[in-house]
C-alpha cells in the first residue's frame, strides 16, 4: 500500500467515526455534540472540576463553564462541594446524564456493529485487532483511564 492509499484509508475511518458519531448525537436528540463529548470526558474523570474538563476538551475555562451551566440546566451534570478543598467544585453525571452518554454509546456501537457484520466474517477479528492497536497507539482514551 502506498502513501497515498494509506492517507485515503486512514481518512475514510475518521470519516466512518465522525458520521456515526454525529448520527447518534441526531438519534439522541437534545443534547449537543459539544455537551456529549463533555459527558463522556466526565465520565472518564469522574469528579473532575472545570479546569480538567477544559484541558480535556480543549478549550477554556470560560467556555468550560459555560458548557457545564448548560449541563446543569439540563439535569446531565451535577456540581458538588470537592472532599478535598471547600473552594474547589467536583462535575459528576447525574443519572439521566449517565442514560443519555449509555444511549449515546449504544447508537454508536449498534452503527459499528452494522459495519463490521458487512466485513467478511474471516477478517472480522484481524480489523477489529488492528484497529486495538491503532487506538492504544493513539492514546484517545480518556486522562483518567491512561496508565500512569
Known amino acids: 500500500m502506498d502513501e497515498a492509499d494509506e ?12 458520521a456515526v458519531s454525529v448520527r ?26 472545570l479546569g480538567r474538563l477544559a484541558q ?3 478549550i477554556t475555562t470560560s467556555t468550560s ?8 440546566a439540563a439535569g446531565l451534570v451535577e456540581r458538588r462541594p470537592s472532599p ?5 467544585i ?18 454508536r456501537l449498534d452503527q459499528l456493529h ?8 474471516e477478517q472480522r477479528e484481524s480489523v477489529v485487532a488492528a484497529l486495538d492497536v491503532l487506538v492504544t497507539a493513539g492514546d484517545v482514551r480518556p486522562a483518567a483511564e491512561l496508565p500512569g
Open 56 to 58: 480535556d476538551l480543549g
Open 90 to 107: 467536583n462535575l459528576v453525571l447525574t443519572r439521566l446524564g449517565m442514560r443519555t452518554l449509555d444511549r449515546y454509546d449504544r447508537l
Open 7 to 18: 492517507d485515503r484509508t486512514l481518512l475514510g475511518a475518521v470519516r466512518l467515526a465522525m
Open 24 to 49: 447518534a448525537a441526531d438519534a439522541v436528540g437534545d443534547v449537543s455534540a459539544v455537551q456529549l463529548r463533555a459527558l463522556t470526558v466526565l465520565h472518564g474523570a469522574p469528579g473532575a472540576n
Open 114 to 121: 452494522d459495519c463490521l457484520g458487512r466485513v467478511p466474517a
Open 84 to 88: 478535598q478543598t471547600r473552594r474547589e
Open 65 to 72: 463553564s459555560r458548557l457545564v451551566d448548560r449541563l446543569v
